[in-house]
């Protein structure tokens, strides 16, 4: 089944504390992106990625790291998680700037 | 900046009802457009794509309509039945651009 998976679904976590978000799709698309969903803001693009070892910012990428070292994996990382970074996270990707697919989500609580 | 605005913000209607969702967008250089559903909690599911040089597309009893020269698109639910009840995301992609603008929704709710 054509698919994004994100792992972990729920994260409850401490100011500070390395964490990484992981994102993998079977589809053999290049591009993927991360998203942060939150209230009364709507969806906004952190990262994204155009192929292997290409990254580019998105909207809101500050407190964020990504690494796109396989085509399929582009984890999401957060060197030192403050309580503004609390939000429903999305990975997505596409070919190119088409359809593009997300993954169920990861609800993300600093604490 | 592109901005994306759907109205209305919420819906509530009887089943069996067809009804119009509203996307407006104030940059019409744009490659395409998506509409999504999403359920409370969940992932964004898409429904369909209209790339810019189309005028609609349709998919069951769903239909969307793109006039970029207005800025708007619309998506036509028709005969609506209560597992329609989502909230329905707009997201327009520029021309040249990885980084699409999300509507913030029309939460819809379907009732028997």
């Known amino acids: 089944e054509a698919q994004v998976t994100q792992n972990p679904r729920y994260l409850i976590t401490v100011t500070g504390k390395k964490l990484t978000v992981t994102c993998s799709q079977n589809m053999n698309h290049e591009y993927m992106s991360w998203y942060r969903q939150d209230p009364g803001l709507g969806l906004r693009q952190i990262y994204y990625?155009?192929?292997?070892?290409?990254?580019d910012k998105g909207d809101v990428p500050e407190g964020y790291k990504v690494s796109r070292k396989e085509k399929r994996n582009f984890p999401l990382i957060l060197e030192s998680p403050s309580p503004n970074q609390t939000s429903l996270y999305f990975c997505?990707?596409?070919?190119?700037?088409?359809?593009?697919?997300f993954g169920p989500g990861t609800r993300l609580t600093v604490l | 900046k592109q901005e994306v605005t759907q109205i209305p913000a919420a819906l509530s209607v009887p089943e069996g009802e067809n009804l119009v969702l509203n996307c407006s967008f104030t940059d019409s250089a744009i490659y395409n457009l998506q509409w999504f559903r999403q359920d409370p909690g969940k992932g964004l599911t898409s429904l369909l794509l209209?790339?810019?040089?189309?005028r609609e597309q349709t998919s069951g009893r769903l239909n969307a309509s793109l006039d970029k020269s207005s800025g708007r698109s619309t998506l036509y639910i028709a005969a609506s039945q209560p597992g329609d009840s989502a909230t329905y995301l707009c997201?327009?992609?520029?021309?040249?651009?990885?980084?699409?603008?999300f509507g913030r929704g029309t939460s819809l709710i379907v009732h028997p």
């Open positions: 997201a327009v992609r520029p021309g040249g651009s990885y980084i699409p603008t």
């Open positions: 990625s155009m192929n292997v070892e290409v990254t």
């Open positions: 997505a990707s596409s070919i190119g700037y088409n359809e593009q697919f």
């Open positions: 209209i790339q810019s040089s189309q």
